[in-house]
């Protein structure tokens, strides 16, 4: 039995390996930088992904104890960046598109334009390519993690989710793992009728994925033992609602945004997958599709607008809005520092990624900006 268990191991990794070095050769024209690598995972660093149709690439800053970004290197992803019809500054309309496992310190980047995800090792502010593997659909946009599960969304072709294993540091798929969304594939524009995003509940036993325009709905599927999916999901129409990003409060609810109210809105979850809006509260601004958690405040991005709208959330999911922070135009994703002092913004018109102070109450200062070489309409932010 031992025997037989080093061989499958043995096997699966050889496999792996196989995998990354084809996808490697077949997609890079560059590989990713060298450099002095320290400890496994990320510290004091905010990575920036471009979705650049020439070659995507995954762009690293060294933040100071101010919250200042400063060039440390980019790296190629190996694939390329996508845009679907009618997007002018979010090319992958979702949110997600860059993910982090701090298990096995690997981020995950995915690449519409080649249907591929790539995977890098990360220390400090260094990114090593490890694999690129096939997204198992069409046009990838979000990725989800949970322990060593790990979940693709499609855009394309009426949606789909294709499920992996983390497997020494590598992603293998798992076999019958994929689920089609069975959204119209010919519904346009594509940027408002594909799905927005993917995400496991905090316990990892549901999957919850946003499809926007194409349905109003929020789908949630339960997640089996093996890591596998649930046939079909629960179905949650929110008719008119244009659920988009994710998110969880502090007590475990889940929050959307929605881009056809302009809002967001509080759920709770049942164990049967059931969506039961506690709150909704709208941003007053244009086009709401983005939300952040950061230190238990909330944070809307409103990209017809260029601001930032902050929230506070109470018992029960009761949502108080703040104030609106102007930002570049174009906002889009947006990610806050682990010690929650800061908040960092994209900008999809210019590809600029604005810095914030969060102070008491989660009020934003503004400190500066930085311009991504290559990343006008891009997105996927993460920060440490």
Same mark, same amino acid.
């Given at each position: 039995?031992?025997?037989?268990?080093?061989?499958?191991?043995?096997? =699966?990794?050889?496999?792996?390996?196989? /995998?990354?070095?084809?996808?490697?050769? *077949?997609?890079?024209?560059?590989? #990713?930088?060298?450099?002095?690598?320290?400890?496994? /995972?990320?510290?004091?660093?905010?990575? &920036?992904?471009?979705?650049?149709?020439?070659?995507?690439?995954?762009?690293?800053?060294?933040?100071?104890?101010?919250?200042?970004?400063?060039?440390?290197?980019?790296?190629?992803?190996?694939?390329?960046?996508?845009?679907?019809?009618?997007?002018?500054?979010?090319?992958?309309?979702?949110?997600?598109?860059?993910?982090?496992?701090?298990?096995?310190?690997?981020?995950?980047?995915?690449?519409?334009?080649?249907?591929? %995800?790539?995977?890098?090792? &990360?220390?400090?502010?260094?990114?090593?390519?490890?694999?690129?593997?096939?997204?198992?659909?069409?046009?990838?946009?979000?990725?989800?993690?949970?322990?060593?599960? %790990?979940?693709?969304?499609?855009?394309?072709? $009426?949606?789909?989710?294709?499920?992996?294993?983390?497997?020494?540091?590598?992603?293998?798929?798992?076999?019958?793992?994929?689920?089609?969304?069975?959204?119209? #594939?010919?519904?346009?524009?594509?940027?408002? @009728?594909?799905?927005?995003?993917?995400?496991?509940?905090?316990?990892?036993?549901?999957?919850?994925?946003?499809?926007?325009?194409?349905?109003?709905?929020?789908?949630?599927?339960?997640?089996?033992?093996?890591?596998?999916?649930?046939?079909?999901?629960?179905?949650?129409?929110?008719?008119?609602?244009?659920?988009? *990003?994710?998110?969880?409060?502090?007590?475990?609810?889940?929050?959307?945004?929605?881009?056809?109210?302009?809002?967001?809105?509080?759920?709770?979850?049942?164990?049967? /997958?059931?969506?039961?809006?506690?709150?909704?509260?709208?941003?007053?601004?244009?086009? =709401?599709?983005?939300?952040?958690?950061?230190?238990? @405040?909330?944070?809307?991005? @409103?990209?017809?607008?260029?601001?930032?709208?902050?929230?506070?959330?109470?018992?029960?999911?009761?949502? !108080?809005?703040?104030?609106? =922070?102007? !930002?570049?135009? $174009?906002?889009?994703?947006?990610?806050?520092?682990?010690?929650?002092?800061?908040?960092?913004?994209?900008?999809?018109?210019?590809?600029? %990624?604005?810095?914030?102070?969060?102070?008491?109450?989660? %009020?934003?200062?503004?400190?500066?900006?930085?311009?991504?070489?290559?990343?006008?309409?891009?997105?996927?932010?993460?920060?440490?």
């Amino acid at each position: 039995m031992k025997r037989a268990l080093q061989l499958f191991l043995g096997t =699966t990794l050889a496999l792996a390996l196989a /995998g990354a070095g084809a996808g490697a050769a *077949g997609a890079a024209q560059s590989s #990713p930088h060298p450099g002095h690598f320290g400890v496994d /995972g990320p510290s004091h660093v905010v990575f &920036v992904q471009t979705d650049n149709l020439g070659g995507n690439q995954v762009v690293a800053y060294d933040r100071s104890n101010h919250g200042a970004l400063l060039l440390a290197d980019t790296y190629d992803t190996g694939g390329l960046g996508g845009a679907l019809s009618g997007s002018v500054v979010d090319h992958l309309a979702s949110e997600g598109s860059l993910a982090y496992s701090s298990d096995d310190s690997l981020l995950f980047a995915v690449n519409a334009g080649s249907n591929s %995800v790539s995977v890098f090792h &990360v220390r400090d502010d260094k990114l090593a390519l490890r694999q690129i593997v096939s997204s198992g659909g069409t046009f990838p946009v979000s990725v989800a993690i949970h322990g060593d599960l %790990v979940y693709v969304l499609n855009a394309e072709n $009426g949606g789909s989710v294709q499920g992996y294993r983390v497997v020494f540091g590598f992603l293998l798929p798992i076999f019958g793992s994929d689920r089609g969304l069975g959204l119209d #594939p010919t519904a346009t524009p594509q940027f408002t @009728n594909t799905p927005g995003q993917l995400a496991f509940t905090p316990d990892g036993s549901q999957l919850i994925v946003t499809t926007k325009a194409n349905g109003n709905d929020i789908d949630v599927f339960r997640v089996r033992g093996d890591g596998r999916l649930s046939a079909a999901p629960v179905v949650n129409g929110e008719a008119g609602t244009v659920p988009f *990003g994710v998110t969880f409060d502090a007590a475990g609810d889940l929050v959307v945004s929605e881009a056809g109210t302009d809002a967001l809105a509080t759920f709770a979850l049942s164990p049967s /997958g059931v969506a039961t809006e506690l709150d909704a509260v709208g941003t007053g601004q244009k086009a =709401t599709c983005w939300v952040t958690a950061v230190d238990g @405040n909330l944070y809307a991005s @409103n990209a017809g607008s260029a601001t930032v709208s902050d929230y506070q959330v109470g018992p029960g999911g009761l949502l !108080t809005l703040g104030a609106a =922070t102007a !930002t570049d135009p $174009g906002t889009v994703d947006a990610a806050g520092s682990a010690n929650g002092r800061f908040l960092y913004v994209q900008t999809g018109a210019n590809g600029i %990624v604005d810095e914030y102070q969060v102070a008491a109450g989660g %009020v934003l200062t503004e400190l500066g900006s930085v311009t991504v070489a290559g990343a006008t309409g891009g997105e996927g932010i993460l920060a440490f």
